[in-house]
């Protein structure tokens, strides 16, 4: 990321009136959670995505598949918003017709100050039967070995170097039972084949369509249909700007490339926005 980039990126943020923000893993990669694709990193590196995210997956082994998720979700639940996520919620606050648009199934979006993102993908903690769809209440976070979440003062937001990653596979377990019709209750997450929420993407492809300006933050933008999005902004004329260290597929489509980690970036880019602002 060089200062003129910086600097263009900031003019175009401070100029827009409904931006558009769409992330991906990369935005929590800092809280520690892994994301998919990285090389090393990725959970797609140690795990085979066809053996855990699809459903043909959890008709096979519904416990291997539950078991993950919910190490997955008490890794996110000990992850903490990194300055990216407190970026984007400064973002939202200056310009109110802002839409977050998240692939990610963690919460940090919220717990950094964005009440309602679209979500694509689902949540870790939203769990549903898999045969009637009825909500299902989230399993208990004990047993007591669990660590409590560290408070947080505000001062100091970063989700720091640990990873929260599951390296520590608790092992498969059984999913509980729906409450109304005794099947397998499963993650509601967005697996592969599986049709997005209709009522997020429509909403999501809307905001795409009227934004002024697309932020497009760590994502590898390799998963229709959800990679669509800021082609879309793109095609109809808004300036996309994305934040992430190495080139994507997006790199064409994008009025400037700010490359570097999102809780350095974002955090910088709203001080070249609204250099006034106590933000950042
Ligand atoms: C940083 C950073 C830092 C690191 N700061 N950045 C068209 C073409 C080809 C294929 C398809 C197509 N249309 C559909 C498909 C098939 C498929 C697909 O896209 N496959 C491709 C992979 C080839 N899509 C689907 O199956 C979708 N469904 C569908 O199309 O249904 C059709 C249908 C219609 C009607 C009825 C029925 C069916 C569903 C896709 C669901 C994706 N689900 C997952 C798992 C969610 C649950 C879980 O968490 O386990 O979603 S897969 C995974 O990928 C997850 C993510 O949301 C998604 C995107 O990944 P993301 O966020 O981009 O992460 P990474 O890891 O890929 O990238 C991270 C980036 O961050 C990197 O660029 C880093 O450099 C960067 N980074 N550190 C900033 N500090
Ligand atoms: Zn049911």
């Known amino acids: 990321?060089?200062?003129?980039?910086?600097?263009?990126?900031?003019?175009?943020?401070?100029?827009?009136?409904?931006?558009?923000?769409?992330?991906?893993?990369?935005?929590?990669?800092?809280?520690?959670?892994?994301?998919?694709?990285?090389?090393?990193?990725?959970?797609?590196?140690?795990?085979?995505?066809?053996?855990?995210?699809?459903?043909?997956?959890?008709r096979a082994d519904p416990a291997l598949v539950w078991g993950w998720y919910e190490t997955r979700r008490r890794g996110v639940r000990r992850a903490l918003p990194n300055p990216g996520h407190r970026a984007v919620a400064a973002i939202a606050a200056r310009l109110p017709e802002t839409v977050v648009i998240t692939q990610n199934v963690d919460d940090?979006?919220?717990?950094?100050?964005?009440?309602?993102?679209?979500?694509?993908?689902?949540?870790?903690?939203?769990?549903?039967?898999?045969?009637?769809?009825?909500?299902?209440?989230?399993?208990?976070?004990?047993?007591?070995?669990?660590?409590?979440?560290?408070?947080?003062?505000?001062?100091?937001?970063?989700?720091?170097?640990?990873?929260?990653?599951?390296?520590?596979?608790?092992?498969?377990?059984?999913?509980?039972?729906?409450?109304?019709?005794?099947?397998p209750v499963r993650p509601g997450v967005v697996w592969f084949g599986e049709a997005l929420p209709s009522a997020a993407l429509a909403a999501a492809v809307e905001a795409a369509s009227g934004c002024d300006l697309l932020l497009t933050v760590g994502t590898s933008a390799l998963v229709h249909p959800a990679a669509e999005i800021p082609l879309v902004a793109a095609r109809l004329g808004a300036p996309v700007v994305q934040v992430n260290p190495v080139p994507t597929p997006l790199d064409a489509i994008c009025a400037v490339n700010l490359r570097g980690p999102a809780g350095e970036v974002l955090p910088a880019l709203v001080r070249a926005a609204w250099p006034d602002d106590a933000v950042g």
């Open 1 to 58: 990321m060089t200062g003129p980039e910086l600097a263009e990126a900031g003019r175009l943020l401070a100029a827009a009136r409904r931006p558009v923000v769409f992330t991906g893993a990369g935005m929590s990669a800092e809280s520690g959670v892994p994301t998919f694709r990285d090389a090393q990193t990725g959970l797609w590196q140690r795990y085979d995505p066809q053996e855990l995210a699809t459903p043909a997956a959890f």
């Open 108 to 183: 940090l979006h919220e717990r950094g100050g964005v009440p309602a993102p679209v979500r694509l993908h689902g949540s870790l903690f939203a769990p549903r039967c898999s045969a009637c769809a009825r909500p299902a209440p989230l399993p208990s976070d004990l047993p007591p070995s669990a660590d409590p979440p560290e408070p947080h003062d505000g001062a100091e937001p970063h989700g720091g170097a640990e990873s929260h990653a599951p390296e520590a596979h608790d092992g498969p377990l059984d999913p509980p039972a729906c409450a109304d019709c005794g099947a």
